[in-house]
């Protein structure tokens, strides 16, 4: 209190340091933090569904996107958030529309479609729609089914994608309610809802019969062709196939989900959910097998099977649907259901590689050249692999054959190196060279070219067989003439000698190196074949050089061709997103003893078969593979 006689300017002095200084600009900084939060949390809000603004939502799958933030998800829910993993297929040009949709099915640019609307397209592109709208991503088919009219392509890039979980259903049931997704023209996505007929349904196209499909009454437009039929949890329950029926309308099938995975695990490792609910006429999951007899671990791959389909028109499937089971009865796949796998292969399939490395390391072994060839074309014909998956396998396993072989010629001294080492330049260049070449003129063009190839030595073999002098002996060589080719080359050595005059000679130096080297690498680069078969033959007969070791030479020449194309298309194939390291790596793991022990018994065989033997079942082997590839199923 203030006593009588003071004044004001007695009183002490207020030392609070706040009140000392200006109290605007930190409110108005806090004013405006305070602001900026409840801006950003609603702009949180109000974008919260939005894939692109997630971490890491890329990997996640439609189901685990749509519970990401709810219990359980709607149908309101499931029309908004599986568009993002439906893309449209087309072909490669600027202005091309789609020809068919797509399901994503791994985060990193897997695409399941049907085949029959890709089959014949020279170049592929895949339309994504995202935040910033549409997209185009260059593509390659990687594997093909064509008894199910399937197609797995990868898209060139390593950018990650909204994807689909398999559904894991062991049973289908008539009733069921399930929703068919598209693309239509403009890119635009198109659904309708429905319900699954009928199980086990066939479809006749022609005279090729596609098994194991479901019908559903929500495919109605073409523009749904290749595009997935998903449950209410956002499963993929499997792929649509458009077909005109005997009226003329369209009507729905599907390849199931079980189906997919059993084809494709080997390449796509697939999510897979847990079993279906029943949403229809019966109970899933009083049918259903549990615990270890689970489908995704018992799925045995049907490989081959009829390859009509590829024949297919485009767009709408022109066929008449055939029978189906009764309706409300629930379905199991005995023929996918069943079956052990090891990594992600069927027995059937590891027995099939295996079988197949086998009798290209006997082919290889018996006439030195031609096991590449059948190893290639038997990848892309009963297995249906792409050459961007073939290349990498094929290398590997050349780099464990012929490093082998290698050492053993080496051991006992038939490498002549001071002839080698030129030449390896110029074959790894070639290599390079010829991978590049043969990616960009695409699998058609590789599979008519691989088919030639074929040809020509088919007509080698038989023109050697009815005249044995047309061309060199390939077997075992006969004493006087590895006597005459030794005492030749020691002649040329000493410089005492000269060349015979039934050989071409080459000028020596970069010319001569290009010449012996360069060939073989781009043949092997663009086909995946070893190129011993056009190695051994330029050495035996440009090269002056005798057979046993032209044939030396040739193994230190297509070992050091394979290392450096396995890394070239190691390198290429992950740095661009087409490839994944493990399953070329499974592949070749599974084939590279097939072959090292074909390529044993096929160099007995050599020993003591007749040599006219050899080159009739050496003709015949080329000359249907030449076949298969040249003439349209």
């Not at 260049?429 to 030595?457: E, K, P, Q």
Request: glycine share 14%.
């Amino acid at each position: 209190m203030i006593e009588v006689g003071e004044t004001m300017g007695d009183l002490p002095k207020n030392t609070i340091i706040f009140c000392g200084r200006s109290w605007k600009v930190p409110v108005a900084i806090l004013a405006f933090l305070i602001l900026a939060t409840f801006a950003w949390g609603s702009y949180l809000l109000n974008n919260y569904d939005e894939d692109d603004f997630f971490h890491g939502s890329d990997d996640l799958s439609v189901s685990q996107f749509l519970v990401r933030n709810i219990a359980m998800p709607d149908v309101q829910r499931l029309y908004y958030t599986v568009p993002p993993a439906v893309v449209g297929v087309g072909g490669g040009g600027v202005n091309a529309g789609p020809v068919a949709s797509g399901a994503i099915v791994g985060a990193n640019g897997y695409v399941v479609t049907a085949l029959h609307a890709i089959a014949n397209l020279p170049d592929i592109s895949v339309q994504v729609a995202t935040s910033a709208g549409i997209r185009r991503f260059p593509a390659q088919i990687v594997k093909t089914i064509p008894g199910h009219d399937l197609a797995l392509v990868k898209m060139l890039t390593t950018e990650r994608f909204l994807h689909f979980r398999m559904a894991g259903v062991q049973t289908v049931v008539p009733g069921q309610a399930v929703f068919a997704f598209g693309r239509n023209m403009a890119g635009a996505p198109l659904v309708r809802q429905g319900t699954v007929q009928s199980a086990d349904a066939p479809l006749t196209v022609g005279t090729t019969q596609i098994t194991h499909l479901l019908r559903s009454d929500a495919v109605y437009s073409w523009e749904q062709t290749g595009g997935p039929l998903v449950n209410a949890q956002g499963d993929l329950v499997g792929i649509n196939i458009a077909a005109t029926g005997p009226t003329g309308k369209v009507e729905g099938f599907t390849v199931p989900a079980q189906v997919i995975v059993a084809h494709l695990q080997d390449v796509v490792r697939f999510k897979t959910g847990a079993a279906a609910r029943s949403q229809g006429a019966g109970a899933v999951a009083a049918a259903a097998p549990s615990g270890s007899t689970g489908w995704w671990s018992k799925a045995r791959s049907i490989v081959g099977g009829p390859s009509g389909a590829q024949g297919l028109g485009l767009n709408v499937v022109q066929g008449a649907p055939t029978g189906s089971l009764p309706s409300g009865l629930p379905f199991i796949d005995t023929d996918h259901v069943g079956g052990a796998r090891i990594g992600g292969y069927s027995v059937s399939d590891i027995l099939g590689l295996v079988m197949l490395a086998l009798a290209a390391g006997i082919t290889g072994g018996m006439m030195t050249m031609g096991g590449g060839v059948l190893q290639v074309a038997g990848m892309m014909v009963f297995f249906g692999y792409g050459m961007y998956l073939i290349r990498p396998v094929a290398f590997l396993t050349n780099v464990a054959v012929y490093g082998a072989a290698a050492l053993r010629n080496n051991k006992a001294g038939l490498v002549q190196w001071d002839k080698v080492m030129p030449l390896i330049p110029w074959g790894v260049a070639g290599v390079v060279i010829g991978y590049f070449i043969g990616n960009a003129i695409g699998d058609s063009v590789v599979g008519v070219l691989l088919g030639l190839f074929a040809l020509i030595m088919a007509g080698k073999a038989v023109l050697e067989i009815l005249r044995p002098d047309a061309g060199d002996d390939l077997g075992a060589p006969s004493a006087a003439a590895a006597t005459d080719d030794i005492d030749e080359l020691l002649s040329l050595a000493e410089g005492k000698g000269e060349a015979g005059t039934s050989r071409i000679a080459l000028p020596e130096g970069t010319a001569r190196s290009a010449v012996l080297g360069l060939p073989m690498g781009l043949i092997s680069g663009i086909l995946g074949i070893s190129g011993g078969v056009v190695e051994v033959p330029l050495q035996r007969y440009l090269g002056r050089i005798g057979l046993q070791n032209a044939i030396a030479n040739s193994s230190v020449l297509v070992f050091w061709a394979s290392v450096a194309g396995s890394v070239v298309a190691f390198l290429h194939g992950t740095g661009t997103g087409l490839i994944h390291w493990e399953a070329p790596v499974t592949l070749a793991l599974v084939m590279i003893p097939g072959a090292y022990v074909g390529g044993i018994l096929g160099a007995r065989l050599m020993l003591v078969l007749p040599v006219r033997v050899l080159k009739g079942v050496y003709a015949a082997t080329m000359a249907a593979i030449a076949v298969k590839m040249l003439i349209p199923s």
